[in-house]
């Protein structure tokens, strides 16, 4: 939980989910981490209650999982979730 108040502090050793390592890439500091693992990779958003994890590989491309996480994770923070 506080690697999301600095996404980058996870980039020199990694995401480890499920036994799988995934290179994080990017993140919003206090709401999205994202990986990347070959052709795949995960987007995890944080809500007031939850944290909604999506892991996609091909066809599917990193900016629909993006979308589709966060706004389910906007929804569920308006929602007060």
């Known amino acids: 939980m506080n690697d999301f108040n600095e996404p980058g502090s996870l980039a020199p050793t ?3 989910l499920g036994g799988t ?3 994080v890439i990017q993140g919003e500091a206090g709401a999205v981490i994202r990986g990347k ?3 795949g990779g995960v987007t995890i958003k944080k809500t007031a209650m939850s944290l ?3 892991i996609y590989t091909e066809p599917m491309i990193p900016g629909q999982c ?3 996480i966060e706004k389910l994770g906007d929804y569920l923070l ?3 979730f």
């Open 14 to 16: 990694g995401l480890f």
């Open 21 to 23: 390592k995934y290179m």
């Open 37 to 39: 693992k070959g052709p």
């Open 52 to 54: 909604i994890v999506g």
């Open 66 to 68: 993006n979308m589709i």
């Open 78 to 80: 308006d929602q007060g």
